[in-house]
């Protein structure tokens, strides 16, 4: 019994680090030929794998920077879409600038690229350790709200050269900056068409002022948006936005006052028709008032029924949430529809104030027609040059506005991605070339053996006889 525990013991001690060791630097000639044999082999067998397993592809970086994006908006409040970025006419435009339209098609390309959000690292390990708990701390919650501001346009080059899908995936993104800047930043405030002269308006002479006046209106409100957000621009013809808006409420005010001119000394060509019209005008407002009133009673009681949602915290506890989304939408909404009913009403006063003065005969005196005549021409005139101002203005705002709202961060650049485990294939490897230079030299060393005893027993033989 106590030889056999022997007999282990000794079994034991052979195959100890310190033995492997030792006979590998008793046979390390042999073991190094294995080993450089074998991590030749790794090599060799590596790179097939990793030719056989790589994939390439070209990526370029979009980046938005204008406010609103961080809540996954478009400049003009709308829902941001990512794949707008890739749309069918982006594509086509990348084709074209990259001088490849020939010879690849729209198809090919939609089948290659695709857009991928950027996770900030920071919010990727927020979103890791959520999949990994069933519980939200309220920095999590937070976190979670994260939308992404960067977008990657990426080009798979299965089927696409490296070359070429570098070139589709810049030209994309540029195509898509440019779109984008085009529908957000590149118009003038407002489209309005002015006639050049009073003898284009087909109507009389109330309805010519209401009209420039209703134009005024709207221009006046559009400068007035963009006098709050850039309080502090100025064209290069030296007017700010609030300048420029001023200017319009006074054209406008000259309108409403011409307007009453008109209607209270009877300088009209039909007065039928222009009670027709006035009474149009009334009826529509009126219709709209009551549409808007209806909307925004129903929006009211939301906003007063509306719940502030809450969250877990982790710690056995929940917090009311005090700013929500969806509730500062439903009173930013509310908000609005109450100063364009009270903006309707003003009008339908006006309106109606207009409709009870006009006299019941039209005193058709030769000198008030020609005042109100050239009135309108002198208003239009002035209308023309003030829209000339301010669309120059935007233009130069949007134009500076849209360099800074939109990029490309990063031009394109290739990336590829391999399966191939160089550490594991090396490692096995060099176990293998060890242990096929221990056994070489084994073999090695009972051939010079085998070689030894034939020689010693041919001596021994030659010697007997």
Do not use: H
Not at 233 to 243: A, D, R
Not at 361 to 370: D, F, G, Q
């Amino acid at each position: 019994m106590n030889e056999n525990n022997s007999q282990s013991a000794q079994q034991v001690e052979i195959i100890t680090f310190r033995k492997i060791w030792d006979i590998v630097k008793k046979y390390l000639p042999f073991v190094a030929a294995g080993v450089i044999v074998f991590a030749i082999i790794a090599a060799i067998f590596g790179t097939i794998w990793e030719t056989s397993t790589k994939q390439s592809y070209a990526v370029s970086t979009v980046s938005l920077e204008y406010s609103g994006a961080e809540n996954g908006k478009n400049p003009d409040g709308s829902a941001f879409d990512s794949q707008s970025i890739v749309s069918f006419s982006n594509i086509t435009d990348a084709l074209k600038n990259s001088r490849l339209n020939e010879k690849y098609s729209v198809a090919d390309v939609a089948d290659a690229v695709s857009v991928k959000a950027v996770v900030p690292s920071s919010i990727q390990k927020v979103l890791n350790s959520v999949s990994e708990n069933s519980e939200l701390t309220l920095e999590q919650f937070n976190a979670i709200k994260f939308v992404p501001t960067r977008f990657n346009v990426v080009v798979d080059c299965a089927k696409i050269s490296e070359n070429d899908a570098l070139l589709i995936a810049d030209n994309i993104a540029k195509a898509f900056i440019s779109s984008f800047k085009t529908a957000y930043f590149g118009t003038t405030a407002f489209d309005i068409a002015l006639p050049s002269d009073i003898s284009d308006y087909d109507a009389d002479y109330l309805e010519m002022a209401d009209s420039l006046s209703l134009q005024l209106s709207a221009a006046r409100s559009a400068i007035t948006k963009y006098a709050a957000k850039a309080p502090d621009f100025i064209s290069s013809e030296n007017f700010s936005f609030s300048v420029l808006a001023s200017s319009f409420a006074v054209l406008q005010d000259n309108c409403d006052k011409l307007s009453s001119y008109i209607a209270s000394n009877g300088v009209l060509k039909d007065i039928d028709a222009t009670k027709d019209f006035l009474q149009y005008r009334l009826d529509n407002l009126t219709a709209q008032i009551a549409s808007k009133k209806e909307t925004l009673s129903t929006l009211q009681a939301l906003i007063d029924a509306y719940k502030y949602p809450t969250v877990n915290t982790g710690i056995n506890t929940t917090v009311t949430i005090a700013t929500s989304e969806i509730y500062n939408d439903m009173f930013k909404q509310a908000s609005a529809l109450s100063g364009e009913i009270e903006q309707l009403s003003a009008q339908n006063t006006n309106y109606t104030n207009l409709l009870n003065i006009i006299a019941s005969t039209a005193s058709v005196e030769p000198e008030k027609t020609e005042y109100v005549e050239n009135s309108l021409t002198s208003l239009i005139a002035s209308a023309s040059s003030a829209l000339a101002r301010a669309n120059n203005a935007m233009l130069q705002y949007n134009s500076a506005e849209g360099t800074r709202a939109i990029s490309v961060s990063n031009a394109a650049a290739m990336i590829s991605t391999s399966s191939t485990p160089w550490l594991l294939l090396f490692a096995l490897f060099v176990i293998a070339g060890i242990i096929a230079g221990i056994i070489a030299r084994g073999i090695f060393a009972a051939r010079r053996a085998k070689k030894a005893a034939n020689t010693s027993d041919f001596a021994a033989e030659n010697a007997k006889e």
